[in-house]
């Protein structure tokens, strides 16, 4: 699978992952002086490790912020807490922090999809984008700049300082809010014994075969499709959830797994029950 690199991450040190061009909206949630800040943009590229992006407004190296963003053809976002790595201008490099497995697993499946389109399109319009949204915040610098040569007097300054402290006590309630959502959300893939997808697939005992739906043949449909399961102390498949991956699949990726059977997973000796990621790949011929 290869892509064409980037223009968000030109003359940037080796990665690890391999980045992908994407073109999609982007929200960050940014800690200004304990007051939070919301800076809207468009991720340029992705991989499992982090995103390149051009941001409405100035970040430091090593900052750390609040990430949102849908990939193409998958209902569920990525949220996730991250770090700045750099800025040029407007153009920025994000790692993600403590990403879960659901999530990883989900961007994995948007590359894997995204090897099927044409990389130029996607680098012609985030181009574009960047273009627009330095151009864009021209105006709004200038405005600020207006902003800051107007003068108070004593009662208005006193009016505006109590008005500033009103909106920095709800906007710092805002950005806990915020925080606190993305640890629920991150908490609960923890709140049982999570295990890679990697190691299960090493316990594997019994493992039935998909049948290739005939409907999804006609379509020439194929793909991959990431299922969150919950196995059993016993090495049953306990429970399914479809997480991502084409709906003509998803039935038969299901039952296949359902009779699935694994090496029970020990803790402290013991089995007991786990959560893991399992893909099932589909390909015609």
């Known amino acids: 699978m290869s892509a064409a690199p980037s223009l968000a991450f030109e003359a940037t040190p080796q990665r690890g992952f391999p980045r992908h061009p994407i073109h999609v909206p982007l929200d960050l949630i940014v800690l200004r002086s304990g007051v939070p800040e919301n800076l809207p943009g468009r991720c340029m590229d992705i991989s499992e490790a982090g995103?390149?992006?051009?941001v409405a407004g100035e970040l430091t190296s090593g900052q750390q912020v609040a990430v949102e963003l849908r990939l193409p053809n998958l209902g569920v976002p990525v949220r996730a807490r991250a770090v700045v790595r750099y800025q040029s201008r407007f153009r920025c490099g994000i790692e993600f922090v403590g990403l879960s497995v659901e999530q990883r697993e989900m961007i994995r499946y948007w590359i894997y999809r995204a090897a099927f389109n044409s990389p130029l399109e996607?680098?012609?319009?985030?181009k574009k984008e960047?273009?627009?949204?330095?151009?864009?915040?021209?105006?709004?610098?200038?405005?600020n700049a207006t902003k800051r040569k107007i003068r108070f007097g004593r009662g208005g300054f006193f009016l505006l300082v109590a008005a500033l402290l009103t909106l920095a006590a709800l906007a710092v309630w805002q950005w806990q809010r915020s925080w606190n959502e993305l640890e629920r959300h991150e908490g609960s893939a923890e709140s049982s014994v999570r295990v890679s997808s990697e190691t299960m697939e090493k316990r594997i005992l019994t493992k039935v075969e998909p049948v290739y739906p005939e409907a999804a043949r006609e379509a020439a449909t194929e793909g991959l499709v990431v299922l969150d399961a919950r196995i059993a102390a016993d090495g049953s498949v306990k429970h399914l959830r479809p997480i991502a991956g084409p709906d003509l699949l998803?039935?038969?990726a299901t039952d296949a797994v359902q009779s699935w059977k694994?090496?029970?997973y020990l803790s402290n000796g013991k089995p007991v029950e786990v959560e893991t990621t399992i893909a099932v790949e589909f390909r015609l011929n």
């Open 262 to 264: 694994f090496e029970p």
């Open 122 to 126: 996607v680098e012609v319009e985030a």
């Open 250 to 252: 998803v039935k038969s």
């Open 51 to 54: 995103l390149g992006a051009v």
């Open 130 to 143: 960047e273009v627009a949204m330095i151009e864009a915040s021209a105006p709004a610098r200038e405005a």
